[in-house]
């Protein structure tokens, strides 16, 4: 059974940091494209950053320069680290775990508020 944590969100004023992790389990971590999705109030789920199995990265251009994607695969997490929080940041942020041609899952997510 596949689980993913995520953990980190919360509240933080603009222009500051969080760092995101998720951790999976019940899954070969190594062979997984893995990722976050974020989805604010009243607008649509979107891809924020991903990382393959090869660690290939890819962001969403509105977070490109503020946002990291990284993975350690002997801990079987990923990690968004996020800088220069702006307000429309703000959103639930969704963990992924996909592998290539055949399901992905995703986590419970966790919650992150950009206010002052």
């Known amino acids: 059974q596949v689980q993913l944590v995520e953990s980190g969100g919360g509240l933080v004023q603009p222009g500051g940091s969080l760092r995101l992790s998720c951790a999976a389990s019940?899954?070969?971590?190594?062979?997984?494209?893995m990722g976050w999705d974020r989805q604010a109030p009243g607008k649509q789920r979107e891809l924020v950053a991903a990382?393959?199995?090869?660690?290939?990265?890819k962001y969403v251009n509105s977070v490109k320069g503020r946002f990291t994607i990284s993975r350690d695969n002997a801990k079987n997490t990923i990690y968004l680290e996020m800088n220069s929080l702006k307000p429309e940041d703000t959103a639930v942020y969704y963990c992924?775990?996909?592998?290539?041609?055949?399901?992905?899952?995703w986590g419970q997510g966790t919650q992150v508020t950009v206010s002052s």
């Open positions: 990382i393959t199995r090869s660690g290939s990265t």
């Open positions: 019940g899954i070969i971590f190594s062979a997984y494209d």
């Open positions: 992924y775990a996909s592998l290539p041609m055949t399901r992905t899952d």
